[in-house]
């Protein structure tokens, strides 16, 4: 069965630091992945996807996203977090089925 | 442009009461989905729908219903209201070509207490 590990539930970094959320998914078949974030009190809002092809990925607001398929990973970067990317993000793989969502990881971003 | 709106956005419920919450997309989209979002839990699928007449649990659907009549509504019923049904309640759509699954819209969530 497909299952997304997101091993880190509670992330702080300092105003542009870089940043990297792990994420490391089990699926039967060649995966599609996804990265979502939330904001406080809202639904889900797509980063970026990976299908198929450059296993580096880019998304939305400056995001990134690295497919590794000999680790099982999928890992979110960015090179300079703004206080404005403090929110959810979860980490979602799926193909033929309905896409199975991690616990998701909450970055907090400090002065 | 609405997108994937729900209504209502809060609700209290009271423990045995019946409600069901509204989710209508403006898309055109095939595939609907509702999930759960339980604190530190992610989402868990309810259910979902590849099109108007079909429907399919999802990996917790007991203690709710869904219908699909037309491409646009997804609404889900809960019977006989319990605690443990207390949660955010998230309606997303995806365009859906073949067996591919993607839902990339999602609504903003009701937020449903059960008392």
């Known amino acids: 069965a497909q299952s997304v590990t997101q091993p880190d539930i509670h992330i702080t970094v300092s105003e542009g630091a870089s940043l990297e959320l792990r994420c490391n998914y089990s699926?039967?078949?060649?995966?599609?992945l996804f990265w979502y974030v939330q904001s406080p009190g809202q639904g889900l809002q797509l980063l970026l996807k990976?299908?198929?092809?450059?296993?580096l990925v880019q998304g939305i607001k400056g995001f990134e996203a690295e497919f590794k398929r000999s680790q099982s990973s999928f890992n979110l970067r960015k090179p300079s977090v703004h206080w404005s990317d403090a929110a959810e993000y979860f980490c979602?793989?799926?193909?033929?089925?309905?896409?199975?969502f991690g616990k998701g990881t909450r970055l907090s971003v400090i002065a | 442009n609405a997108g994937v709106t729900q209504t209502p956005k809060f609700h209290i419920l009271k423990i045995g009461q019946s409600m069901t919450l509204q989710c209508t997309q403006d898309?055109?989209?095939?595939?609907m989905y509702w999930y759960r979002q339980d604190p530190g839990m992610g989402l868990k699928l309810i259910y979902y729908?590849?099109?108007?007449?079909?429907?399919d649990k999802g990996e917790v659907p007991n203690g709710y219903n869904v219908s699909r009549s037309t491409t646009e509504d997804f609404p889900l019923r809960l019977e006989l209201a319990a605690p443990s049904q207390t949660s955010v309640y998230f309606c997303?759509?995806?365009?859906?070509?073949?067996?591919?699954?993607?839902?990339?819209?999602f609504g903003d969530g009701t937020r449903l207490s059960i008392l």
């Open positions: 997303a759509s995806s365009k859906g070509t073949g067996e591919v699954h993607q839902p990339q819209h």
């Open positions: 699926y039967g078949a060649t995966p599609y």
């Open positions: 990976y299908f198929s092809g450059d296993t």
């Open positions: 979602a793989v799926g193909a033929d089925t309905p896409l199975v």
């Open positions: 898309m055109n989209h095939n595939y």
């Open positions: 729908s590849v099109g108007a007449g079909i429907t």
